[in-house]
C-alpha cells in the first residue's frame, strides 16, 4: 500500500530523515514512535505529499507518489492534523462535508448520497448530534473526531494521523484509539499515525515503526518493536512489560 524507499529530507542544513525504506502493507493499523524531534511528523507529512523529500521515493498502491495530482491524491490519502484548526466559522456538518470535495466539480453542489454519507461517517463517529454546533462549541476530544469523520467522508484507502490523542484526557484517548482499531478492521483502511504514549500504541496498534537519529530502529509486530533494547536506544531510559503494560524507569 505505502512504499518508501531510501528517503531523505532536511531543513535547510539540518537532517530530519536520513535513507529511509519502509513498506506499510494494506489493511495494517501502524503506530509511528519515537522520541521528540526524530522526524515522525516530517515522515507522516512527506508520505501526504505535504513535504517533499530530497532523496528518495515514495509510492502509493505501486504507482509514484509524484504521479498524483492533488485531487487523485486527496482520493487516495486522508490527513488528520494534531490540533484542528478553529478559527472558522463552518458547523461541524459543514466540514465533514468538506472530506467530498475531491469528488465534486467545481462550484457544485454536495449531492444527496454526499449528504447521506456526511451523516453515517458522524454517526460512525458519535458526532451527529454536534452537526449545527461549531468548533468553539465542542471539546478537544469532540472535535477530533469530527476531523475524523471528515477523513472517513474522504473514502480514502490510507488515513494519516498527527498524533489525534494528543491534550485529550485518557478516556478520550482510549475512545479514539478504540474507534481507529475498529475502522481499520471493519473497512479495511490503512491507518499510519504518530503516537507518543507507547503503551497507547501497544495496546492497540498491531504494528509500529520507531524512529531515532534520522532514521528507523525497527518496524514490524509492535511486541518486536518495543523491546527494552530498541526502547533503551531510543529514549534512554529502561523499561520493562508487566502484564502487557509497559513500566519505565532511569
Same mark, same amino acid.
Given at each position: ?23 506499510? /502493507? ?29 532523496? *528518495?521515493?515514495i509510492s502509493l498502491q ?15 490519502l486522508s490527513f488528520v ?10 458547523? /461541524? ?43 468553539r462549541e465542542m471539546s478537544? *476530544? ?101 502484564? *502487557? ?6
Amino acid at each position: 500500500m505505502i512504499r518508501i524507499e531510501h528517503l531523505s529530507y532536511s531543513f535547510g542544513k539540518q537532517p530530519i530523515l536520513n535513507d529511509i525504506s519502509l513498506h506499510v /502493507a494494506q489493511g495494517s493499523f501502524t503506530a509511528l514512535l519515537g522520541p521528540n524531534g526524530c522526524g515522525k511528523t516530517t515522515l507522516l507529512r512527506c508520505i501526504g505529499g505535504l513535504l517533499k523529500p530530497q532523496k *528518495g521515493s515514495i509510492s502509493l498502491q505501486d504507482r509514484d507518489l509524484r504521479d498524483y495530482n492533488p485531487r487523485q491524491l486527496a482520493q487516495q490519502l486522508s490527513f488528520v492534523r494534531q490540533q484542528a484548526s478553529t478559527d472558522f466559522e463552518f458547523t /461541524a456538518s459543514d466540514l465533514v462535508m468538506m472530506g467530498r470535495n475531491p469528488y465534486q466539480k467545481h462550484l457544485e453542489n454536495e449531492s444527496q448520497s454526499d449528504r447521506q454519507l456526511v451523516e453515517q461517517c458522524m454517526r460512525q463517529t458519535n458526532t451527529w448530534h454536534l452537526r449545527e454546533s461549531f468548533p468553539r462549541e465542542m471539546s478537544g *476530544g469532540e472535535l477530533q473526531r469530527v476531523m475524523i469523520a471528515r477523513a472517513l467522508a474522504q473514502s480514502t484507502p490510507i488515513m494519516l494521523l498527527d498524533e489525534p490523542t494528543s491534550n485529550l484526557d485518557i478516556a478520550h484517548q482510549f475512545d479514539i484509539m478504540e474507534m481507529l482499531s475498529n475502522i481499520c478492521q471493519r473497512q479495511g483502511k490503512t491507518i499510519l499515525l504518530v503516537v507518543h504514549d507507547l503503551n497507547l500504541a501497544l495496546r492497540y496498534c498491531p504494528q509500529a515503526v520507531l524512529l531515532h537519529n534520522y532514521g528507523i530502529i525497527a518496524h514490524g509486530a509492535i511486541e518486536n518493536v518495543l523491546t527494552s533494547n530498541n526502547i533503551r536506544t531510543a529514549f534512554g531510559i529502561e523499561s520493562e512489560e508487566v502484564g *502487557g503494560t509497559l513500566r519505565f524507569y532511569r
